[in-house]
């Protein structure tokens, strides 16, 4: 079972983003802040997760909470300050609308941009050691998901609904075959299946 929080004095918020190595759509950032005595057996690391689980999950967590909120940053400003930045941006949009100012940031990942004066900790794979981040894992993936959902309506040929904008091996000979979508990351380099260069990652 993983451990609540990162520290126990302070109100902590654990933060985490999802879709950063996507070739479509936003980068998207959760921030929650959990009750102290909050548990559970099943809240973990979004990526071992089924679909299922995560929409569960993130009824529980969007209840349960003391308070949470979602950042997104679009493809163009991807393009603009690069998915780093923008990773660190769509997580200071999260903390930025939560309810309750944290005192405490949890981070997952080694490297972050400082938000305000709020101290903070990165936390190697700590979506799978801490509830907070976790939380947070699932919150970004499931509305992100949603999201990409919306816009499959609008080029189904993509199957974004499925593959969420990640860089299949069937998404990537699409994009290539029929060109860029204006909701594509256009400083990431989409290469032929046949180089095998990426492993398919989908969920």
Not at 100 to 110: A, H, K, M, T, Y
Not at 161 to 178: C, D, F, I, P, W
Request: charged content about 25%.
């Amino acid at each position: 079972m993983l451990i609540n929080c990162f520290q126990k004095d302070l109100i902590e918020a654990g933060c985490d983003e999802a879709g950063r190595g996507c070739l479509v759509g936003p980068v998207y950032a959760a921030a929650v802040i959990l009750p102290r005595k909050f548990r559970s057996k099943h809240l973990n690391d979004s990526k071992k997760l089924s679909h299922e689980q995560r929409v569960e999950l993130r009824a529980i967590i969007e209840d349960k909470a003391i308070c949470w909120a979602v950042g997104s940053v679009d493809n163009i400003e991807i393009d603009e300050i690069n998915i780093l930045n923008a990773s660190f941006l769509a997580m200071h949009r999260a903390i930025e609308k939560l309810l309750v100012i944290p005192q405490f940031l949890s981070i997952d990942g080694n490297r972050f941009n400082a938000y305000s004066d709020i101290p903070h900790s990165c936390i190697i794979k700590g979506d799978g050691k801490y509830l907070n981040i976790a939380a947070a894992s699932i919150l970004a993936k499931t509305h992100r998901d949603e999201y990409m959902t919306r816009i499959s309506l609008e080029h189904p040929d993509y199957n974004w609904h499925q593959n969420k904008g990640y860089a299949t091996s069937a998404h990537r000979l699409v994009s290539l075959e029929r060109g860029l979508t204006p909701y594509h990351r256009k400083t990431f380099t989409i290469t032929h299946p046949s180089l095998d260069r990426y492993v398919d990652v989908e969920g």
